[in-house]
């Protein structure tokens, strides 16, 4: 049977290289001590040099062999690393991988010894122009170092490579399971194996398939199917049911080996009239997910990970998101899974096609994140074209046919923004930005693919660098900001040709000099860096049943002199509520409706308020209240106050416990806010993290509120216990909040 342990802990680091670091006997004192997931540099919130974390960097860990694996191989697993890494065992060269987003396995058997061993990884994040995506320029940072997971895998000489579970008839009353099961046999001769496929459903068998098969020495693969598959429950986006598979391969109930993976039952595909999953209809709204962090860029554990998708399903209301421009961390796919988010899933590259040995390497990147993630029932497509690159008949010809090889269950696609551009993918996937605020939203798909006839399509990304806006920006920017995401959003859901509209992007990012706004930010996001919410968000966060939260956020400051002219009309108001009544200064003054006859598209168009006495330039201002009814039921209130003053600092923590394991974090926001709850968001005062326990911060102890508010995350440190964290303003002191930390 294998062993997977978790190989995060103990590693020495050190942000230089010199071939000295290889021997074994090398003295590592000046090394610090980190735990993986780590970014080889932390950088400030903006304003810094994109070329700090662009070095070679030495990560070492030291750890006992154990006798119980004797006559085994053994792995080391990395989950990535960016963006080359080369693998040192007791001074031997034992592999290297290209590439910063894909999983690697390095054996380490063959250089293993008794007692002490030395592994030691050489890391290498500068831009190289032989590794995707680099060799010109990209909007995005490739954050340095070990920056996801590793493991010590501990397997049979003849043992699983990887399982690919392909339920089949799915729409059928009785469904089929083909699984595939890849298997390396290392020795020199030919094995008969028995391999078991268990399905399960919540820990109890439901059907299981076993064929015996030779297994030649060498790599082999063999299918096992399990048909008259009866009461399976479909995997959607309301209800996302999974079911686990369980391989196992031995002789006469002795097991070599096993491997467990999670499946869904459902049957997705983009036809040219629109996205069906299980047969159904179904309009996909989503956003484009950068997976960085302020500070420690990619660096972030399993739950912060995990958290993004939840942000993305539960308060911005999506059923979609595109990993733009990567394969993303396996704990944010899990997520979606497990949560119903559907996920279009893409190969590293922006705009640039390198030379032949660079698409080499792209053809790897389509190879490892299908063999990696050909199983979850989230991801629907494979996107196997450079982002915006230029048509390349060969090159994308070839990533096509691996893609189609690997997996012929799902379809492709490759993300462009050309017209009539070479279709060899069977979706047409385009980043549409036509709409710069006036009356085109967006083309017409045939107008785009230059096809006779409508092909499946969908629309990639839209607004982004059309619109940047900051959190903190003046009010009507902040309100053409979210119009522009409801009217494409409008507009795709209207347009039988479109299956789906991923908006530009879920959260501002860090990057590079020659984009964004300078600072090293791309302000483009509906919510920022920290994932707090820009006005955009309100509207992404309103489409959702009432019954499930009712949802009203006037997208307004309520000043009388923020915007130009004065007042706050047209007033935006993001609702799922029926109607919203209006009271200024505790008197109604009218009740308003959804704008429906104009945005027919959405589940829940706003309400527009254009005319309403507010108050008086100068002379009067009042407190307002806005009240969301459903069914005639008042069924949640949102108050402004005329004259908001700084009144609290709240203080949230996306979580209570965590893992005493050095590397889980959670994330802690703090919002100065007025008498009646509002951020403040031209306050920008110095804010101090007091924290204390088994923690530490991730970024800076002492910083600026941004625009009112800010958040931090905390690690936990390997020890047990308690965290405590509180912040303190110039004129706020926040509540404590205690963190529980256990192994
Ligand atoms: C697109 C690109 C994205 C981002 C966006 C900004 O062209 O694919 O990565 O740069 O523009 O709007």
Redesign the pocket.
Known sequence: MRETFVFNQGWEYTPEWKDEFIAPDFQADGFERVTIPHANKELPYNYFNEKDYQFISCYRKVFNYDPSWNGKKVFVDFDAVMAYAEVYLNGELLGSHKGGYTPFSIDLTPALTEGENVLVVKVDSTERPDIPPFGYVI??LCYGGIYRDVYLRVVDPVYIQNVFAKPKKVLEQEKELETTVYISNTTDKAQTLDITVKLLWEGSLVAEGTETVTAESGKSQFDVVISGLKDILLWDIDNPNLYNVEVTIGEEGSVRDSFKTRIGFREAVVKADGFYLNGEKVMLRGLNRHQSFPYVGYAMPARVQRKDADILKYELCLNAVRT??YPQSPHFLDRCDEIGLMVFEEIPG?QHIGDEEWKQVSYEDVREMIERDWNHPSIFLWGVRI??SQDDHEFYKETNRIARELDPTRQTGG?R?LEGSDFLEDVYTM?D?IHSGGERILRDPKFVTRTEDYVPYMVT?F????YPTKRFDQEERLVEHAMRHLRVQNAAALDPHISAAFG??AFDYNTHYD?GSGDRI?Y?GVMDMFRIPKMAAHFYGSQVDPKVKPVLEPATLWTLGERGGAGVLPLVIFTNCDSVKVKLHGKEVGEFYPAKEKYQGVPYPPVVIRELKTGIWGVQWYDAEFIGIVDGEEVTVKKFAAAPVPTKLEIEADDTTLIADGSDATRVVFKVVDQVGNILPYLNEVIEFEIEGSGTLIGPKVTGLIGGCIATWVRTTGEEGTIKIKGVTTRFESETIEIEVKK
């Open positions: 909007d995005y733009s421009h922006w982002n915006e993300v923004y980043n930005f990304e607004n982004g660098h059309m530009w992007c984009f791309c483009h």
